[in-house]
């Protein structure tokens, strides 16, 4: 048997941090997609929106999200203000949330619920193109270089 010495700690903790990445991007996608459809059902006014499942898991899958961030900031051993492009990514998905709220429970017309629904998944694909490039810029980043 091998000894355990510094390089294998690190080579744990980039698993670690591997494995809540990995989670944390598969969260996220099944929770964009999940807003896609229930903001889609919200426009359409369909019954489906007050199913059990429809109202509970969401919440789940947005609190493994959360969790994952966290355990990667941990990981990480950063604040998640501590670089520019966290900061921007918070603030957007703070912007997501109000977007999706009006959206799915506190729009009154059909078209302010559909301009919330638009507006919540811009919101949500600008988030995924912070991620992506780590510029507060998102995909943008990529073609201002």
Known sequence: MGKAGPGAIHAGIAAIFQFLKFFHVTCAIVSIAGFALRGYWAI???????????????????????????????????????????????IALLV????????????????????????????????LGVALSHSPLGIAAFFIS
């Open 44 to 90: 359409r006014a369909d019954p489906r929106l007050q199913k059990p499942l429809v109202r509970v898991a969401p919440h789940v899958v947005d609190t493994l999200l959360l969790a994952s961030a966290i355990g990667m900031l941990v990981v990480w051993r950063i604040s998640p203000f501590a670089l520019p492009w966290l900061s921007a990514k918070i």
């Open 96 to 127: 997501y949330i109000a977007l999706g709220m009006l959206c799915l429970r506190h729009a009154r017309t059909r078209r302010t619920r559909l301009a919330a629904y638009v507006a919540a998944l811009a919101v949500a694909f600008y988030i």
